[in-house]
């Protein structure tokens, strides 16, 4: 059993915290937080860095990096920007799922488009209405039909991967299928949703009103969408995990940093031992957080990944960062609740990992099912 990273791995980490140094500031991170406006820069510069692509195939502009590579760079970005890893994961995710289903034409245009930063993609699956969004076949297009709700990324998108159903009876694991639409499609109309957090990228209701796309924009076969589904929600899983790891990190560095500083009672704080075990506590949980992701980060680098091991890394990262992000708030005091300090930020960034990628409630009916129940 080794826990240690290769020599590329350290080399990759070396290069994310570069790149973090000079792009993802807590400077950065504060005024995107204020933006309303896509980090076109941003973007620009996780493109050149090479790192947008890293886990895209070489052969399309990318760097055919690993999932433990994206559970790297996920972690180190997680750490200062939710924007970056936001981005990452609706551009990463759309070309990665194109790159493993896509013709070659699809795969020269989008996936190398995403890897060189020229096209920004967002990914339509929720819906006000589970279900309710059709696509009938008219001719050689697709004529779509319905509202899909929070597509991140949606306003300034190039394309939006939607999931759609071409079999409405039955089962939707037999009747799903993926088309890439383009955002300018006649008939489609994109309304930015005011979030608590990350409004820099939008949040999206979209809707389809008789769009129509040409049969050649469908990637994979028809009514064949779902396994390529589940492997998009385990690559969303895995990052979502990777990227809690990241801030949990920033939130213990930067309590420890106060407690061992701030004195109350003639002595800096660290020294009572009711902050200390508080902190122990924390530790702790993040290393536990660390291990369960690059465990699945690292079965799925050798071609094992499971939807258990999977969930439980999302599941408890997830929940343990929304409780270490509010005891990390009480344990800086008062100053915590000023907004002119990172705290109420990272709060707010971090309720997005009990959503993204599937509730937690979703993950554990995964985990009991993989258990028989
Ligand atoms: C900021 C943000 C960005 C997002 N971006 C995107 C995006 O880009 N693309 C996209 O497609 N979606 C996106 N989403 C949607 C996100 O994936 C969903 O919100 C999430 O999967 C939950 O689905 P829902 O909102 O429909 O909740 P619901 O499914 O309506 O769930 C409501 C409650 O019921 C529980 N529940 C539902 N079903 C079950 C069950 N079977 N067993 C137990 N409990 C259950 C849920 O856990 C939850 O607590 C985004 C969401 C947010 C908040």
Redesign the pocket.
Known sequence: MDFGLTAEQAALRERVETFCSAHCTEEHAAALDRASRYPVELHRALAESGLLGWCLPAAYGGAGGSPIDACIINERLGRCSSAAT?LLF?NGVSAALIALAGSEAQKEEYVRGVAEGRLRF???????G?GSDAAAIDGDAYVMQGT???????LDADYILT?VRTRPEGKASRGTSLLIVPRTAPGLAVAPLE?I??NCIA?CRVEYDGVRVDAGQRLGPEDGAWSILMIGAGLERLTVAASSVGLARAVLEEVTAHVTTREQFGQPVSRFQAVQHQLADIATEIDAMELLTYRAAWMAAQGMARPKEISMAKLYCSERLSEIVLRGMRLLGGGAYFTETPMPRRVREA??AL????????Q??TIAKSLGL
Do not use: C, D, H, Q
């Open positions: 936001n609706i967002a990914f339509a699956l929720t819906e006000p589970a899909k709700l929070y597509t991140t990324g949606a999931v979030k957090a990350g949040s309720m997005l959503y993204a990628g599937g509730t937690v409630e979703i554990r009916n």
